[in-house]
């Protein structure tokens, strides 16, 4: 036996905390929870997109809302974060808000198509197009959310349905709620570009990205409560309690 282990037990490393991850961070707590602790890929965007809503209803109040603020246009690209979207807009209908669904580019993938009919079921109205005129959509809606693209989608590869939809939400007026990583921004840097998104909500999924640092909107919610708690110590993750029964914490 070494003299180490005679004397006091040697200190457990313990990662260091953080409160932003990058992105290959992100990356593998996402296959922790798919690969180690079986989470379905359904399961974890049905999580995220009623954590969404919620966090809408937080920045939000349902009372506080006239009726033409509680229309809600939730744009959603074909992507995961599309998918969270979708689910999004069928809990918000469920929460008595008004949501609108508009997809610039449809998704072929199988869960896409199961959370649209989901909310084509629920009578949620889906947009044949969207206005090119900002003042259209300003008019129409309370607020937008923002499910366009998501970490590590840039616009050039989304095509161009979406970077037309970006082109629109940019200029819009109304409150934009942004999903984990605001459509353009790159995950780790985030973006300086004048014309930017810059989204008056940010929801965090799990736990914030490092482009979350350059954040300035109103409010910023971490959706991550489903995170097992020996996952969270894995990654060194610093985040606020939960009140309550929330699945989202403001930050």
């Known amino acids: ?60 109040p349902l009372p506080s809302l006239s009726r ?13 974060n599309g998918a969270v979207g979708l689910a999004c807009a069928r809990h918000l209908r469920v929460f008595d808000y008004q949501p609108s669904i508009f997809c610039p580019a449809r998704s072929a993938d199988v869960l896409h198509r199961d959370l649209t009919t989901q909310c084509e079921k629920m009578d949620i109205p889906f947009l044949s197009f969207l206005p090119a005129e900002v ?30 939809a970006l082109a629109t939400l940019k200029r819009l007026s109304i409150p934009l709620v942004s999903l984990d990583v605001p459509s353009g921004w790159d995950a780790e840097a985030g973006s300086d570009a004048e014309d930017a998104l810059r989204p008056d909500v940010l929801v965090s999924f799990a736990a914030p990205k490092r482009c979350a640092g350059r954040f300035a909107g109103r409010h910023h919610f971490v959706a991550g409560r489903f995170v097992p708690e020996d996952v969270r110590r894995k990654f060194g993750l610093a985040l606020p309690k939960y009140a309550g029964t929330d699945c989202v914490a403001a930050l």
């Open 1 to 60: 036996m070494s003299s180490g282990a005679r004397g006091d037990p040697s200190p457990v490393e313990v990662p260091e905390e953080r409160r932003f991850l990058s992105t290959a961070e992100a990356a593998a707590l996402e296959r922790e929870l798919l690969d180690e602790y079986r989470f379905g890929r359904q399961q974890l965007v049905e999580l995220c997109g009623h954590a969404s809503a919620v966090a809408v209803t937080k920045a939000f």
């Open 68 to 80: 033409k603020q509680r229309t809600v246009l939730v744009v959603c690209g074909p992507e995961q």
């Open 135 to 164: 003042r259209l959509v300003d008019d129409a809606y309370g607020l937008v959310v923002d499910a366009v693209l998501g970490p590590g989608v840039r616009p050039a590869e989304a095509g161009e349905p979406c970077a037309r």
